[in-house]
């Protein structure tokens, strides 16, 4: 065991030489929410290179990727409360005064590997040791994209366990594939915006300052 490695924690496993995930269709239209910088477009994917998260960045150069989820809350729940824990966890402004919300809809159908349900089951792993793991372990999450015929993942959100989080590949999926949805976007510099994201907030008992 490495010095620096957490004790306590779940261990991954080697992945395999060859990953076979079941594979579950994101249908054409099917709308998908985002949360993100506002200095990307909506249908714009991440470049990186920056920290290495759960499946990014990886490669060289790294592979583009776009997070989003099934509905808005989980959205903002896997990027602004995502590294959210401790006995009184708190969401400042610095933390989404430069960030928005919006939606898209693929004009295809997504083949994403399914890290859920039977999906982790077929890959003989828990969530704790795949899409649930420790930061440590986060290098040892990037063998899926191995599967050349996905061009994303589909799992549980950590942080709201009944709804599913997506990511997609920016070498299998390109930005013209997701159209942006008109009027389906928030800055959360505004007054009735900022409302929404401190009920939501406040209804998982978290603080958060307001951005005035």
């Keep these: 065991m490495a010095s620096d490695e957490p004790s306590g924690i779940p261990e991954v496993p080697e992945p395999p030489s060859e990953v076979d995930p079941l594979i579950e269709v994101w249908e054409s239209g099917k709308v998908l929410h985002r949360s993100y ?3 990307f477009k909506v249908n714009a994917f991440n470049p990186g290179p920056r920290r290495t998260t759960r499946f990014s960045f990886f490669g060289d150069p790294p592979v583009p ?9 989980t959205a903002v729940a896997e990027t602004l409360l995502h590294d959210l824990d401790g006995p009184a966890p708190r ?23 399914q890290l859920h349900s039977g999906g982790l089951y077929a890959l003989r792993l828990e969530p704790n040791q795949l899409t649930d793991t420790h930061p440590y372990w986060y290098e040892k999450t990037e063998a899926i994209h191995r599967c050349t015929d996905v061009d994303g993942l589909v799992w549980m959100s950590r942080r709201w366990n009944t709804r599913k989080a997506v990511m997609l590949f ?8 997701l159209v942006p949805l008109p009027n389906a976007g928030r800055n959360f510099a505004l007054p009735d915006d900022f409302e ?4 939501l907030c406040h209804e998982l008992r978290i603080e958060i300052t307001p951005p005035w």
Excluded at 196 to 199: G, S
């Design 91 to 113: 969401l400042v402004r610095a933390d989404y005064i430069d960030r928005r919300s919006g939606a898209v809809a693929p004009k295809r159908d997504l083949r994403l590997a």
């Design 37 to 39: 910088p506002e200095k």
């Design 65 to 73: 990727v776009l997070y989003a989820g099934e509905d808005e809350q």
């Design 196 to 199: 929404w994201l401190a009920t």
């Design 170 to 177: 920016g070498d299998r999926v390109d930005e013209d594939d």
